[in-house]
DNA sequence: TTGTAGGCGTTATCAA
DNA sequence: TTGATAACGCCTACAA
């Protein structure tokens, strides 16, 4: 019942040589007669012999795949940042595992620890929104295990880093509002200790101040689970709207937060743009289709997959110790769009 | 430089003992003394020993790896069955290693083939949409890899599958546009090999023809890409745009179709549901909030992703070869919402 | 040109 | 109670 694979062993016996040299002759060592080569790969073919990449992993040290940590795969962020991701791992022929951290310290600590020990050959990670303290990622990184972080780094850690341009996108989206004639600007976001929350909040910021607006600070309300907690953002939006002046225009800093407050929003019968202004910050390129109702800015998500996993694998492979780290910044590519959402239920 | 991990080896010699005595020791056998087992514990957790996962698959033959093979993890509703998946599989101590056949009926051979050949326990798919014959599954299926299928099954293999009820899912979608006033219902749909096309086609006709309305074959469109080639798309929609009479309303059959057609639409100045009347078919959870514009049936993705994986993960685990093979269809669960997409850019 | 032997880290069997 | 040995499948000096 067992799923008996062929291995060099069988056809070493079966052809009557010895395994190293039907290895070699797997592999096209000169040092192979022709004759012999051409009857092991006949014999290997004709078997459909695949070599055990578990041996393989064991002799070389190397497992060829990576790990994945991400807050939360159902989120069209990061599951197109793994599209990505995938994509170029397969192309070079690695396996891509992935895992959730669900915004979890615990889970994160949890995943990382689980992922190295060998059983990965890299790292690809966004940190969670409750990680005050990356000690865990500076053991594995000490440990010699490359990272690669994107979206939501740290600055703790020397290694590749790949985000967006945060500040810009954010100022844009704030000014876009101011630009629709709307003048009390909330700002929701996430938690204070992750990377993106301060480049969007000062992005906002300058925005309003280069208007000649003044930044209160009851305006801006942090969700310190990013948004998984839809309680957290509940408690935000109504907030805000207790407020006097009332604000008459949202900034919301994340696709999780952006469709939370839109739902609220509809449920509390309060129309888009129409009584109150929402623009959304996102990373994500189907944004557009998903939010008919946003006005977003729109990044390139598929981007920051695919040239975090070269980096990765280029820190994997190189012989050498990489001492230069890059940090990339991809560009804002704003995106206006004003459609808007009736409510009539 | 590498990654130096301790090994059991490494406590042996430091402890004077030997490589089997510490292995037993480390997992507890009654055959070591108490105080050897306590020296052996200690120094393992001080020098955080990890077993190293690799060889123990190299010696048990098997990996603690489940392969998952979707078309697309950039789509809502494959990223929230992978949720559901990736958080069973990490409870059960299963690494998740995630493949997309990008609907490429290659692709999806390549994958399978790679993702067996010893490296996963087991395999969770979903067929592409291009993909005809299963042969490739077959055969692995044959050689002992448990298989669970979901969503998009085939007949011919004898496994678990699970799927959601897509006649009922399709009829209750179609139903509603009826009530709504619409006659000349239009359905844009996937490859005609797939089996929830089938079953969405025939719940879709069947509720035309309770209302006493006349199936039109015209009125079918396939897009045998499942929607990935967005050309595919606007031809059949402006097909159907040209038939006499017009179409006054469209039913899609999944997510991708949806929000194509929906982006397809804005561009024309098509107001929904003013000038047509649009319900799209889906499975996934956050659909009510992300298609604000769609009339949506709601399935529980997630629960198709742990559902899958717990059958999964008892047929690797379960000894003696399961000769009953369950067909779970989740309940459709309809939620309608009648926001409409105003058109003004 | 081919074969032998040892090792990657772990576990299981059998002997001491 | 402990240890020596072989094995999982593959690779690679080194010998023949």
Known sequence: ??????????????????????????????????????????????????????????????????????????????????????????????????????????????????????SVDGLIISLSAETKNVDHLIRLHQKGLPIVFFDRITDEIPTHKVIANNFKGAYEATRHLIQQGFRHIAHITSSSSLSITLERFEGYKKALEDAGLKPDPRYTKLCQHGGMIPEETRQALTELLQLNPQPDAIFTASDRLSTTTLSLLRKMQISVPDQIGLVGFTNSISADIFHPALTSVVQPALEMGTLSTELLIQLIESKRPVTEFKKIILETDLKIRDSSLRINQ
Chains 1, 2 share one sequence.
């Open 1 to 118: 019942m067992k799923f008996e694979a062929i291995t060099i062993k069988d056809i070493a016996r079966a052809l009557d040589l010895s395994v190293s040299t039907v290895s070699k002759a797997l592999r096209g060592s000169h040092e192979i007669s022709d004759e012999t080569k051409r009857l092991v790969l006949a014999y290997a073919r004709e078997h459909n012999y695949k070599p055990n990449p578990i041996a393989q992993s064991l002799k070389k040290g190397l497992s060829k795949s990576i790990g994945v940590i991400v807050c939360n795969i159902d989120n069209n962020f990061f599951s197109q940042v793994i599209n990505g991701i995938e994509s170029v791992a397969r192309q070079k022929d690695y396996n891509v595992i992935i895992t959730q951290s669900q915004e979890s310290y615990e889970r994160e600590v949890a995943n990382s620890e689980h992922l190295s020990s060998r």
